[in-house]
């Protein structure tokens, strides 16, 4: 009996060690609001994140504005691939492609030209980077990150570069 035991006892320590290697799939899923946009221009950024591994995630971002005339506009929306090299698990250092579809309208008068419309809509891609830090009960985040694109089709009173920027706070579920 004692054999039995013994046994079972140790199939269940090196089958619960050898799970502790492989990925923890708990809390694959994060959901943020960028409050530094908001603090600055008063934008609405909301951000998801899922995480397919401890260091890799895909995401997008969704954002208004009230002011058209805002250097991104007054609608974005587009997805990001994140690369993390931090020691912990989804954390650390990020550096992430990402691509943005957006709307403006921009602000120039030009009264020899008659009446124009100065309304566009454009789709950059970029690279960006930053860091995030999380709780250690891994719920929790914040993270500060910038980026900037090249506009594909840009209007000519419009830009060639955009740029993004945030401090973020997050939840994972």
Known sequence: ??????????????????????????????????????LVTTSLEFGYEYYINEDTSIGGTLYFDGKATDYNGNFGIGPNLRAYFGYGPKSGIFAEVFGLYYTGED???????GDRNYDYSTIALGLGGGYKWATR????????????????NPEDFQNDLMFRAGLSLGFRF
């Not at 602000?107 to 030209?113: F, I, Y």
């Not at 009960?137 to 594909?152: A, D, H, P, V």
Request: no cysteine; net charge negative.
């Open 107 to 113: 602000d120039v008068d030009s009264e020899n030209l």
């Open 137 to 152: 009960s891994q719920k929790f985040t914040i993270e500060l990150n910038g980026g900037l694109g090249r506009n594909i």
């Open 1 to 38: 009996m004692n054999k039995f035991i013994f046994s079972v006892l140790l199939v269940f320590i090196t089958t619960s060690s050898f799970s502790q290697a492989y990925y923890n799939n708990e809390n694959s899923h994060e959901v943020k609001l960028n409050i530094g946009q908001f």
